[in-house]
């Protein structure tokens, strides 16, 4: 999962990807303000993005329309310690407002958790497979499957999201912390690899491909 901070200062966001990457594989970018965020949601997909409150109203809304627009999956929290504001938060499109413990990267992590809990998961079983994703193993029918770096975390990926298609250019700015400078070619190599490895030992595919919209895991 890739997310984005918004008006956070980099220690705090140190400490928040340190909290989140106990629930979930994740990238963390973090922009100085709204206007630099807009550079990062230009070229990149996130699945959630996190803003502290800089109190201008027209610059957010404007900023939560883009967002929403390009992708309407992605979730959009905002930290503010003005209760007042929170009704007109919800009426822009944001989708929770934290204003207790701003301060505490653990309990906003806890609340992220909250709000992607649909994305999270230390395990996928589906009948004899069994994907742990906390300790990068893969069984089936108790035999191990061999599958490291990011061909894992492809496959756990999309094995979150089962029934959903993803595009190259969604898994890669998901996976890999610089996704301007990863090809195609990067991603169709990995799904390759899985689909080899999991075919001899499942019998079967696991990776499908919807042609022209990208793959989708489907078992």
Same mark, same amino acid.
């Given at each position: 999962?890739? %997310? ?51 109190g201008v109203k027209f610059s957010l809304e404007r900023y939560v329309n883009e ?21 007109? /938060? ?29 994305? /999270? ?9 069994? %994907? ?63 689909? !080899?490895?999991? !075919? ?20």
């Amino acid at each position: 999962m890739r %997310i984005l901070t918004v008006g956070f200062t980099d220690e705090y966001v140190k400490e928040l990807e340190k909290e989140l990457e106990n629930y979930f594989i994740c990238i963390v970018d973090n922009a100085k303000d709204l206007y630099d965020a807009t550079n990062f949601t230009d070229f990149r997909h996130y699945e959630l993005v996190i803003i502290v409150d800089e109190g201008v109203k027209f610059s957010l809304e404007r900023y939560v329309n883009e967002v929403k627009k390009k992708k309407s999956e992605t979730k959009i929290i905002i930290l503010s310690v003005n209760k007042n504001r929170q009704e007109g /938060f919800f009426a822009l499109g944001i989708d929770d407002v934290i204003s207790h413990h701003c301060e505490f990267p653990d309990l906003i992590a806890a609340r992220v958790l909250s709000n992607m809990r649909h994305l /999270f998961g230390t395990q996928v079983n589906i009948d004899k497979l069994v %994907i742990d994703i906390a300790n990068k193993k893969i069984e089936y029918d108790e035999k191990i499957v061999s599958l490291n770096g990011k061909t894992f975390d492809i496959l756990a990926y999309l094995a979150l999201r089962k029934q959903r298609v993803f595009s190259k250019d969604e898994i890669i700015n998901a996976l890999w912390e610089e996704p301007e400078y990863v090809s195609d070619n990067t991603v169709e190599v990995a799904i390759n690899q899985i689909r !080899k490895r999991l !075919k001899s030992i499942l019998g079967f595919q696991v990776i499908h491909t919807v042609r022209r919209r990208g793959y989708k895991f489907s078992y």
